[in-house]
């Protein structure tokens, strides 16, 4: 318990440090953004950083320490995979990538209702596409299902 809270201190330490950075970011000009100013996006990724670091802190309260260890080889299985879609992700395009990456992480944690890890993992995939690609028109990388669907169907 004692060293999660000292790692997840120096998390949010580091991410304080960041946030506070990104105050010196030039502004452009609104003519010129397309969509939202460079300051926006690392500020809200810094603000999920810490809010999950404290979220953290406080579900570490009640976890048992048998738990623990099943929970640090989940980490490092679900760190591997992470690295893993993060190094296919290019050729898959982001569409994939999200729905194999929110499809496979809960059943790496043990989840076993596959029909609500699927739904879920459809909700999410749309959600961020439109979040991010609509809302904060933000580019993403196409990949192999983006081709085939420009290829036959524009």
Do not use: H
């Not at 105050?23 to 999920?48: C, H, K, N, Y």
């Amino acid at each position: 318990m004692i060293k999660d809270i000292k790692i997840l201190s120096v998390i949010i330490f580091i991410s304080l440090i960041l946030f506070g950075y990104t105050f010196t970011f030039d502004e452009v000009p609104e003519i010129l953004a397309q969509g939202m100013q460079p300051t926006m996006m690392p500020r809200l990724i810094f603000s999920l950083i810490i809010f999950l670091c404290f979220f953290q802190i406080y579900q570490n309260k009640s976890l048992k320490s048998e738990n623990k260890d099943i929970i640090k080889r989940n980490a490092f299985i679900t760190f591997a995979y992470t690295l893993f879609i993060v190094l296919i992700a290019d050729k898959l395009g982001f569409l994939i990538s999200v729905f194999l990456f929110t499809l496979i992480t809960p059943i790496l944690w043990q989840r076993k209702d596959y029909v609500k890890i699927t739904l879920y993992s459809f909700s999410m995939t749309i959600f961020v596409f439109v979040f991010f690609t609509l809302i904060l028109q933000l580019k993403f990388p196409q990949g192999i299902l983006e081709d085939f669907i420009i290829r036959n169907f524009y």
